[in-house]
């Protein structure tokens, strides 16, 4: 999980870059990883939001898709090689 950074149940749908998604970048980097290794969705919700999907099911797959929707809209659109945060 990513100790002092607030996650937020639903990841921005701007049509920019937020601040939010300055401060997700590696957790973006890291769903994109796991995505493309295949990794069990459930371990990796566990392992980056801290969510149990035996216990909250419903909110651990939206959590999961809306953020790697992000990650997605982030990466098609060049943002994540960017380091600064928007202004």
């Known amino acids: 999980m990513f100790q002092g950074i607030n996650l937020a149940d639903e ?14 970048r590696t957790l973006y980097l890291r769903l994109l990883d796991a995505e493309r290794q295949k990794l069990n969705w459930e371990d990796v ?6 969510i ?7 909110r651990a797959r939206r ?16 943002f994540l090689t960017q380091a600064e945060a928007p202004s």
């Not at 149990?52 to 419903?58: I, N």
């Not at 997605?72 to 060049?78: D, K, L, R, T």
């Open 11 to 24: 990841a921005p749908s701007d049509d920019k870059l937020t601040e939010y998604d300055a401060q997700h």
């Open 45 to 50: 919700v566990q392992a980056l939001f801290d």
């Open 52 to 58: 149990d999907p035996k216990r909250e099911l419903g």
């Open 63 to 78: 959590v999961l898709e809306s953020h790697l929707v992000r990650a997605h809209w982030i990466a098609e659109n060049g």
